[in-house]
């Protein structure tokens, strides 16, 4: 028992001054105390010959100590060996190749590939190593012969890679479209490596390159792969009409089971706002669905597209649009989109918040699920506060909160108990809701929160009296009811009775934005260039410069200017909610590349 204890206590013992002697090796190699690990790693090699590693590190130290002598030396040994790793006669070859001895250098790396042929599982990490050493051209020879021998193996996703790095773009795609059309890798994944080359310009070469890539595969082997990535790449063009054509072709030739990606589709080309493509896109779903539900949405769509620029026919229009639709569907828990849709219309768009009110209590009265119930009860509290009914729209918004704590819709319901009560002019109850929710998993609820926050304390701490306060709450609430022209008013009252005070950087940033939406572009222009100008230290410095981005880049077509304004935020405000949206509008002005 003693004898064995003891056996025990040596091999433990040994396997400890092991396991010390590979930390040391490799801390004094990283450490760049090349003399201290050469120590180590000959102790190591000595004890364990066979670990490849342990030689690698000591043929690595003899290189950074530049005895290239003793490295030969050691590797020829290596290779002698009949079971030699393929690795060692790269290393063999590399080390020639830190001499200038080209010639050697070449025929060990030949030795290396073809090592592949007696056991092609070597394909991958001989390919990997000479990557390693950036030797491409023998790393695509070492992928493909290793493929070639035994076709199961797929080195595309490393061919496509070593492609890009020497500018073979058309080859690239064609390993990456390999990769997707064999089913090996996500397609996001894939896609994702191709949009790193390709940019919004149709006309860019490799966005010509890859259409030709996919062209030549749809004529070899008509797949609807060949379709849906067409699109992809339409899609990223902003050509959505040609996309559009690619999804129509991809329905019927599978067999017009779901119209999901020409809803996506629509979806997209809307948030774009290419309104004409986004509506021939939502007539074709109306026309070719089976399904009530996506028809419905498809038919709220179109709607959503005559309110962009609303005239009064427009809005006689669309309310007998409304009322033909109620008639349609009715009124049921499966088309909940459909009230909380017209009940938004007739309080917004035409002042008649008491029928609206009357739509959504009915509405409650459905069997519906949580979520559905929550839905119902947020359109109605935000009627109720367009209709100045503050303590019933606080009741449904509270209700939403503690039913759906831990929920994005239960922290949008927070955020409208803050809100409301901010237009109340309850500011202490604000702060208290506000205070939670700048921890909030939804950025944007998040940064709403904190803004919020700080003007109500800001403004509360300037002045006792709130008076400035309460006018920027009761001009706030204008704009929330689409009384804008007011708005604009009552803030123009702000910022001539309160110069210099807190609120005017606020004042000047609502003032301007509700500009925009009256096409005064020029003055939401002063207004956000005097907050850059005058408050360039303050917390809405990032939001004035990039309003005035957006402006110069979306409406007044001055993209240096815009360009100027992104830069600041990229330099001056790097932990600014807008950094990576300012980055990437950056980057595609100057014309890069977008991931």
Known sequence: MRYFLFLIACVTISISSYGQEDFLAKQYFNDGDYDKALVFYEKLVKKNPRRTDYSEGLVACYQQLERYADAEQFLLKKVEDAYAFPTFFIELGYNYTLQNHADKAAEYYQRAIQKIEE?????????????????????????????????????????????????????????????IKEGRTSRSNILRNIDDFISEDPTNENNVLLRKVLLKNAQKNPDIL??????????????????????????????????????????????????????????YIVDHSGNPVSKLNAQLHLIDINLETPDKSTLNAVEKKFEALVLEYGNQSQTLQLQIAYANFLTFKRERPAPAIGMLKESLELPLSNRGTAYVKMALGDILVYNQQFNQALIYFTQVQKR???????????????????????????????????????????????????????????????????????????????????????????LQNHKGEKIEDEALLKQGQLLEGQKRYKDAEFNYQKIAEFYAHDILADDALFALGELYRTVLDEPEKAMAQYEKIIYNHQDSYYFPKARKQFRRLRGDAIN
């Open 119 to 179: 056991n092609p599982n070597f394909g991958y990490s001989v390919g990997y190593r000479f990557q390693k050493y950036a030797l491409l051209d023998e790393a695509i020879q070492a992928y493909q012969k290793a493929m070639v021998l035994k076709p199961e193996l797929n080195y595309d996703f490393q061919l496509a890679r070593i492609y890009g790095e020497q500018g073979q773009v058309e080859k690239m795609y064609q390993s990456y479209l390999n990769l």
């Open 404 to 494: 759906l704590k831990n929920d994005v819709l239960g922290q949008d319901a927070r955020f409208k108990v803050a809100q409301t009560s901010f237009y109340k002019g309850d500011f202490d109850w604000a702060l208290t809701q506000l205070k939670v929710l700048r921890g909030s998993t939804s950025q944007l609820i998040a940064n709403d929160a904190m803004q919020l926050s700080l003007l109500i304390s800001d403004n509360s701490l300037e002045d006792s009296t709130q008076t400035a306060l309460k006018k920027f709450a009761r001009a706030d609430l204008l704009a929330y009811q689409n009384k804008n022209i007011q708005a604009i008013e009552a803030l123009e009252d702000i």
């Open 226 to 283: 060949w379709n849906e990535l067409l699109s992809w790449l339409f899609i990223q063009q902003k050509q959505y009409s040609s996309a559009f054509s690619q999804e129509k072709a991809i329905y019927k030739r599978t067999d017009e089971v779901s119209l999901d990606r020409l809803e996506n589709l629509g979806q997209i080309a809307l948030e774009d706002k290419d309104f004409s493509n986004a509506s021939k896109i939502f007539e």
